[in-house]
């Protein structure tokens, strides 16, 4: 998510850049990281060997039936 909020378990904080993408030096094994976005569910993420990481954020908003109904006939309508 572009321009997201990261912060450690440390207390450090940065904002991802336009592309999502975010960079934290020295970052220890077993430090939490917590991602927020406006609108979304924050998401918690414990640092491993790995140096790129694939996160997901979901919406806090919930569509009523109806407005997933509309979305779908409009997807539909574009093919």
Same mark, same amino acid.
């Not at 904002?15 to 924050?42: L, P």
């Not at 990481?53 to 109806?66: A, G, I, M």
């Given at each position: 998510?572009?321009? %997201?909020?990261? =912060?450690? +378990?440390?207390? !450090?904080?940065?904002? %991802?850049?336009?592309?999502? =993408?975010? /960079?934290?030096?020295?970052? @220890?094994?077993? /430090?939490?990281?917590?991602?927020?976005?406006?609108?979304? !569910?924050?998401?918690?993420?414990?640092?491993?060997?790995?140096?790129?990481? +694939?996160?997901?954020? =979901?919406?806090? @908003?919930?569509?009523?039936?109806?407005?997933?109904?509309?979305? =779908?006939?409009?997807? &539909?309508? &574009?093919?």
């Amino acid at each position: 998510m572009p321009f %997201a909020t990261i =912060q450690s +378990s440390s207390g !450090r904080t940065t904002i %991802a850049d336009i592309n999502g =993408q975010f /960079e934290f030096i020295s970052s @220890t094994v077993g /430090e939490k990281m917590v991602i927020s976005y406006v609108n979304f !569910r924050s998401k918690e993420f414990t640092i491993d060997k790995t140096n790129h990481y +694939s996160v997901f954020l =979901q919406s806090k @908003t919930k569509l009523s039936d109806n407005e997933i109904n509309e979305s =779908q006939k409009k997807k &539909l309508n &574009l093919f």
